[in-house]
Nanobody
């Protein structure tokens, strides 16, 4: 069982940056691949980024490549999402997710555990 708590969301102007954090409970954090998803009002939850449990492999949605970076710190049981050059279309609730696997899942149904989400609003 893993409990996930996101933080770091907020209001930022277009072109600005934010860093989201997701703190995980438990002693087996390093056994989990971690992902970030987002859901805008009236839209489906979509994949943003994921990182393998080793940290050696990552995956990104095309819409965020080159702007967002996912990373993890197993000593702190935390995964991060650094978001740069933010755009109004990045506005959404951002969720982190965990899956006990060696691969890098990119689909919502692949993940077993979810946080409650943190709101990111980008003004134009």
């Amino acid at each position: 069982q893993v409990q996930l708590v996101e933080s770091g969301g907020g209001l930022v102007q277009a072109g600005g940056s934010l860093r989201l954090s997701c703190a995980a409970s438990g002693r087996t954090f390093s056994s989990y691949a971690m992902g970030w998803f987002r859901q805008a009002p009236g839209k489906e939850r979509e994949f943003v980024a994921a990182i393998s449990r080793s940290g050696g492999n990552t995956a990104y949605a095309d819409s965020v490549k080159g702007r967002f970076t996912i990373s993890r710190d197993d000593a702190k049981n935390t995964v991060y999402l650094q978001m740069n050059s933010l755009k109004p279309e990045d506005t959404a609730v951002y969720y982190c997710a965990a899956k006990g696997t060696v691969v890098v899942p990119t689909t919502r149904r692949s993940y077993d555990y979810w946080g409650q989400g943190t709101q990111v609003t980008v003004s134009s």
